[in-house]
């Protein structure tokens, strides 16, 4: 268990930065200036999603055929930028009403967004944690198939 620990990290990082994000989703969706105005089912269907792939990969990744365990990889991935881009979209009017148009906004949509930018920044840091494990983890495959040569 503590080797699966220590070598999932960055998947437990994205996992907490997911779950963050995801809170701050729901918080922001339903108080303040966005309460009335919804919330989107791809982003909490697509975030819980990759929650569970992520955890499902962490604990039990080592047992699954590596064709799987990169796909869970991917997957996840996928999923991430699918619950990203749908929060991000939703959150660009506001951004246009703020940036674009400062004429008497209420302080009610710049506290909205300046949250709304927190859970952005989470879910940001998730795809990249991914994205950084996808690839070292290769590199410490391909190590493992072909060692440095010997010099001498």
Avoid: W
């Amino acid at each position: 268990m503590a080797t699966t620990i220590k070598t999932h990290v960055s998947e437990l990082a994205a996992v907490a930065a997911t779950l963050i994000g995801l809170v701050v989703y729901l918080v922001n969706s339903t108080t303040g200036y966005m309460a009335g105005q919804g919330m989107s089912v791809p982003v909490i269907v697509s975030s819980v999603a990759a929650i569970v792939t992520l955890a499902a990969r962490t604990f039990v990744g080592d047992r699954l055929p590596a064709v799987l365990d990169d796909a869970l990889l991917v997957g996840s991935e996928v999923l991430l930028l699918v619950g990203f881009t749908q929060f991000v979209l939703e959150r660009v009017r506001l951004a246009a009403d703020i940036y674009f148009i400062p004429v008497n906004y209420p302080a009610s949509e710049q506290i909205s967004l300046n949250v709304a930018l927190i859970g952005v920044v989470c879910y940001f840091a998730a795809i990249i944690l991914l994205v950084v494990k996808a690839f070292t983890a290769k590199d410490a495959q391909h190590t493992a198939i072909m060692p440095e040569p010997a010099v001498g």
